[in-house]
């Protein structure tokens, strides 16, 4: 735990976030909160989020910082451990974030807290790929990231879930076995390495939008990010395509 004596002090290590935007990232604690302590969050030495040792009493952006709307509907505080989710995460979020943790016990005095270099690149998550292909074909939809083996991939297709990959590369459900749904029965291909998702023998009953929801863990913060693909299959008359 790093200790800090105010917001944005000076000479305490920090943890350096790096996201997409349109991402959600959540800055963890580190801590479960035993109701005698006070998390208060600080954007760029503006308070924007806390939690009193009652957690029935907490606050959030606008609540905290009156005529501050910068994080309007965005924030999220946990209640267990005082962590805080910035959903949605624009350009301008960009910055330090810093965490003070005061104890309100008698035995203890001491304040603690961490501090979170939050940099956000321009190129917007959200954004949809644009796929078309003839019935009958196969298709890739390829994320286009490196998967590192703590990460959980989830593929769905019209907000069904289809296909996932865990952490243990063992741990893959591919369609009927994570929705009961034989759309896809024996079409699905998962990539371990990339996670891309592969569609064989594609029929125009398969247009529509897939979605991929990557959770990215680490010890200090985890990152939410969404890639869509937007699908359409054309029919071709007279394919000859067996279904």
Known sequence: MLTVSSPGASGV??????????????????????????????????????????????????????????????????????????????ITDAGEYTLNIISNSRDSSRNSGKIFNVTV????????????KNEGESVTLDPAVARKPNDVMTWYFNEILIAEITGDLIDICTDVQCEDDERFRDRLKL??????????????????????????????????????FSLSVIDVPGSGVIL
């Open 13 to 90: 290590g920090s943890d350096e976030v790096s996201v997409m935007e349109g991402d959600s990232v959540t800055l963890n604690t580190g801590v479960n909160t035993t109701r005698q302590e006070d998390f208060r969050w600080y954007y760029n030495g503006f308070r924007i989020a806390q939690i009193n040792g009652d957690i029935n009493k907490t606050c959030t952006d606008v609540q905290c910082n009156e005529g501050n709307e910068r994080f309007r509907d965005r924030l999220k505080l946990d209640h267990q451990t005082g962590s805080l989710t910035i959903m949605n995460i624009t």
């Open 121 to 132: 690149q321009g190129v917007s998550a959200a954004e949809i790929d644009e796929v078309k």
């Open 191 to 228: 990539d371990h390495q990339t996670g891309s998702l592969t569609i064989r023998n594609i029929t125009n009953t398969d247009s529509g939008e897939y979605k991929l929801q990557i959770n990215i863990f680490n010890s200090s913060f985890s990152v939410t990010r969404v890639k869509r």
